[in-house]
């Protein structure tokens, strides 16, 4: 069974900056896709990044391209979201996701995706 916690989320103001981080119970590379998704309530869950685990690039959703960045540290089985120059459309619940198995096609897509973490809240005020 796989558990993913994230935390780090919190409050800030625009253009501030926040590092989310997911924990996973096995180690990272027993994973095919890890990635990052968010949901407003009443909106569709929607990913923000996510890569294949044998280290290719990155996907970014157009709307945080060249402001948040997704990492690894395999040491630790934890994946990280570095969010920077923040915006209040940013709010959401943030979600961490993976899958094992499945090749290497890891689209940021929820169907491409098994198993979630709990979610952790950002809020960024004007």
């Known amino acids: 069974q796989v558990h993913l916690v994230e935390s780090g989320g919190g409050s800030v103001q625009a253009g501030g900056s926040l590092r989310l981080s997911c924990t996973a119970s096995?180690?990272?590379?027993?994973?095919?896709?890890i990635g990052w998704f968010r949901q407003v309530s009443g909106k569709e869950r929607e990913g923000v990044a996510g890569f294949y685990t044998g280290r290719t690039t990155p996907r970014y959703s157009g709307s945080v391209e060249g402001r948040f960045t997704i990492s690894q540290d395999n040491a630790k089985n934890t994946v990280f979201l570095q969010m920077n120059s923040l915006k209040p459309e940013d709010t959401a619940t943030y979600y961490c996701a993976a899958r094992i198995g499945g090749g290497t096609w890891c689209p940021l897509s929820i169907d491409a995706f098994k198993d979630w973490g709990q979610g952790t809240q950002v809020t960024v005020s004007s």
């Open positions: 096995r180690n990272l590379y027993d994973f095919n896709c």
